[in-house]
């Protein structure tokens, strides 16, 4: 597999720019989990961190689907890989959890969150709730909070990657 980034329009409006830097951001975590083996994806940055490319990848799926889902389209849609009481499950794992999983779940996410944002104007209210505030948000507001989010997991990301191979990039 390998990820091809479009680079955002310099000159586009605003909605294409929006969702061409939302797609740039997603492609580059695709990316930098490119090449490496399942135990390389499962390896935490340092210890006694969590955070792997896997989990940021699985948290990932969790992101889009409550932006997307849950407070956009008020889609009665539970978390993935966490449960009950238990929260960031996503960044708990066994050898039994693959990196294809989790990938091919993340994509299914995005696929959602595409679809339930296409037609929607920017600056139309969500159908659902934030869940912790409890407050409505734009489809602007969810584009440019997910654009933050994945930049600062990317980051995070080249850390990790670079920690694990030495390979580096934007």
Known sequence: MTTERSEPPVDAGERAMLEGWLEYHRQTLAWKCEGLTDEQLRTAAVA???LTLM???RHMAEVERSWYRRVL???DAGPIYSS???TEGEFRFTEADTFAEAHATWQAE???ARRNAAGVPLG???????LRTGKRSTLRWIHTHMIEEYARHNGHADLIRERLDGATGD
Do not use: N
């Open 110 to 112: 995005i696929e959602a």
């Open 48 to 50: 006694p961190s969590a």
């Open 84 to 86: 009950g009481e238990e």
């Open 55 to 57: 989990g940021l990848v």
């Open 73 to 75: 389209a008020a889609e």
């Open 124 to 130: 139309e209210t969500s159908q659902g709730r934030h």
